[in-house]
């Protein structure tokens, strides 16, 4: 059984030297703005410099059981490894990376995107911000998956039910509402080319009317928010793994 009191000697803020993450987004929705369309060219002048790359007409989607149908995206630019990306349609602001090192950095490049769109489009009032993080942690391919994931995990289900019926896989999602906004917590185990896979994806969102103004205040709190989940979801036995210990 889990000691959930050792959270409380965690240190929240803790940077890890190693981390299993392969997406981290920042998003931004507002009523749909047809003359997105004419504030294009000079957005797009504005970060070309860190984002060369485009796509138009690109659909996204990240791959992953529990999503949304595909978004259409009109707009996306690229760094030129390809590791970091901006899509704009006419009702949202994305930025996404595949690179992830601290909070810190993300906020920075997120911050630039932010910043240089709502000079462009002078869009003030916004309708959702959403931040999410995607861990994809391979698992040894060994017999007991099971008692390798309750040792390192604390999934949503049941930890009684997960060690009696031993499932091959499953898929969890957990949506809790806080005072800074809503957080959606996904546990999936799943197969890919027969190799275990363990995914602990955490959508954090604020569906509140704000300003250009309060967006970093709230993202603040929704990472906090996400932190304190992904803590919940790990043993410290997993925290050793994120130390390289």
Not at 93 to 118: G, H, Q
Not at 169 to 176: A, G, I, K, P, S
Not at 197 to 214: L, P
């Amino acid at each position: 059984m889990w000691d959930w009191s050792k959270l409380s000697t965690r240190n929240y803020d803790e940077t890890f030297p190693i981390n299993f993450l392969t997406s981290v987004t920042f998003e931004v929705r507002f009523d749909p703005l047809l003359a997105i369309q004419q504030k294009v060219p000079t957005f797009q002048e504005k970060i070309r410099g860190k984002y060369p790359g485009l796509g138009k007409g690109v659909s996204f989607s990240i791959g992953l059981p529990f999503q949304e149908s595909p978004e259409s995206i009109q707009w996306e630019f690229s760094t030129k490894d390809k590791t970091s990306h901006i899509r704009l349609s006419m009702d949202r602001l994305i930025f996404v990376t595949k690179e992830y090192k601290n909070y810190s950095e993300f906020r920075e490049n997120y911050t630039f995107a932010f910043n240089e769109f709502t000079k462009t489009t002078k869009l003030q009032n916004f309708n959702r911000l959403g931040l999410r993080y995607i861990n994809e942690i391979p698992l040894p391919h060994e017999n007991n998956v099971i008692e390798y994931i309750l040792k390192r995990f604390n999934p949503i289900i049941s930890r009684s039910r997960i060690e009696e019926d031993a499932p091959i896989t499953f898929q969890t999602e957990y949506r809790v509402r806080h005072d800074e906004g809503l957080v959606t917590l996904r546990n999936n185990l799943s197969f890919e080319d027969g190799i275990p896979k363990y995914i602990i994806d955490i959508d954090g969102y604020s569906v509140e009317v704000m300003t250009s103004n309060q967006i970093e205040t709230i993202s603040e709190k929704l990472h906090n928010l996400i932190v304190t989940e992904f803590h919940k979801n790990i043993t410290d036995k997993f925290l050793e793994s994120l130390r390289g210990e």
